[in-house]
Nanobody, 125 residues
Framework: QVQLVESGGGSVQAGGSLRLSCAASGYTDSINYMGWFRQAPGKEREGVAFIDSGGITKYAGSVKGRFTVSKDNAKNILFLQMASLKPEDTAMYYC???????????????????WGQGTQVTVSS
């Protein structure tokens, strides 16, 4: 089992920055993929940024160049640095992790077994 706890959400004006953190505990050595997803009211959960155990990253087109995903392997913390925030980035942000071996990056919610409780990000214009 893996437990995930997000933090760092908040309210910011458009153009601002935020850094989200996700602390992982439990059987963290089993994790092959970690990712950030977001869900706005009335919309489906969508993948934002992903990183594998080797440090390779992948981003959704809507955030590429603005968001950076990274992880501190020693402390088992996943980060999402968000810059140039837009009102459309407003959503609940979730951290996810998965121990399975996939062909390519799992970019859908179904590709992740473990989830955090979410942290709210609100961007005002």
């Amino acid at each position: 089992q893996v437990q995930l706890v997000e933090s760092g959400g908040g309210s910011v004006q458009a153009g601002g920055s935020l850094r989200l953190s996700c602390a992982a505990s439990g059987y963290t050595d089993s994790i092959n993929y970690m990712g950030w997803f977001r869900q706005a009211p009335g919309k489906e959960r969508e993948g934002v940024a992903f990183i594998d155990s080797g440090g390779i990253t992948k981003y959704a087109g809507s955030v590429k160049g603005r968001f950076t995903v990274s992880k501190d392997n020693a402390k088992n913390i996943l980060f999402l640095q968000m810059a140039s925030l837009k009102p459309e980035d407003t959503a609940m942000y979730y951290c996810a992790a998965d121990p399975r071996t996939w062909i390519g990056f799992p970019a859908q919610p179904s590709g992740y077994e473990y989830w955090g409780q979410g942290t709210q990000v609100t961007v005002s214009s």
